[in-house]
């Protein structure tokens, strides 16, 4: 069975402190693995795409790269405006319509 | 731009009662798809379009039927709530998976809160 889970849940850091988000997956066949990033109230917003195993995006603090197992997603010195649920998910190659998500983890930057 | 336009924002049921949540997108996007999203569950699929005139089934249809009524809009209709289906409901369009990077990200609406009492 297709599986994407995210750790920690929740995650509180001090701003400035760097840390990573896990995402796990057992997929048969990966197309690719999304990060979105989700405000509360609000819907997804995309980050990153990721297609095969080395590849890493950056995009000002923030960095994903990917492995053949999972994907972890860096913050460097974060601030309080990166507070938001970070969510992963994974396209198949069969079935390519469906994106499959993690739960998600909810960063949180004290300042 | 609006992106992906969804209405309701807000709406309370009672058991037994019908709705229709609407959906709109200006982006010209192929495919569309209704998910909902539960506490520790992460967002699910409920059900989607690849192009206009087609529709399938995600992982969770039960209680749910779909409409796409024509390129920009696809509709999800509740015929008989139930508190099971208390949830945030999200819908989102693309272009065309499996075509391309550029074509691959899901752009999303702002949700619908939905209480079934």
């Known amino acids: 069975e297709d599986q994407v889970t995210q750790s920690p849940e929740a995650l509180r850091l001090q701003e400035g402190e760097s840390s990573s988000l896990n995402c796990s997956y057992t997929?048969?066949?990966?197309?690719?693995l999304f990060w979105y990033r989700q405000d509360p109230g609000k819907g997804p917003e995309f980050l990153f795409t990721?297609?095969?195993a080395g590849e890493e995006k950056e995009k000002e603090r923030l960095k994903a790269t990917l492995t053949k197992k999972e994907s972890f997603l860096h913050i460097t010195a974060p601030k309080p405006e990166d507070s938001a649920t970070y969510l992963c998910?994974?396209?198949?190659?069969?079935?390519?319509?469906?994106?499959?998500f993690g739960q998600g983890t909810r960063l949180t930057i004290n300042p | 731009n609006a992106g992906v336009t969804q209405t309701p924002k807000f709406q309370v049921l009672k058991t037994g009662q019908s709705m229709t949540l609407q959906c709109a997108q200006d982006?010209?996007?192929?495919?569309m798809y209704w998910y909902r999203q539960d506490p520790g569950m992460g967002l699910r699929l409920i059900y989607y379009?690849?192009?206009?005139?087609?529709?399938d089934k995600g992982e969770v249809p039960n209680g749910y039927n779909v409409s796409r009524l024509n390129k920009r809009e696809f509709s999800l209709r509740l015929e008989s709530a139930a508190p099971s289906q208390t949830s945030v409901y999200f819908c989102?369009?693309?272009?065309?998976?499996?075509?391309?990077?550029?074509?691959?990200?899901?752009?999303f609406g702002s949700g619908t809160q939905l209480s079934v009492l």
């Open positions: 989102a369009s693309s272009s065309t998976p499996g075509q391309g990077a550029t074509n691959e990200k899901l752009f």
């Open positions: 997929v048969s066949g990966l197309r690719g």
């Open positions: 990721l297609y095969s």
């Open positions: 998910a994974v396209r198949k190659i069969q079935g390519a319509q469906k994106l499959v």
């Open positions: 982006m010209n996007h192929n495919s």
């Open positions: 379009s690849a192009s206009e005139g087609t529709t």
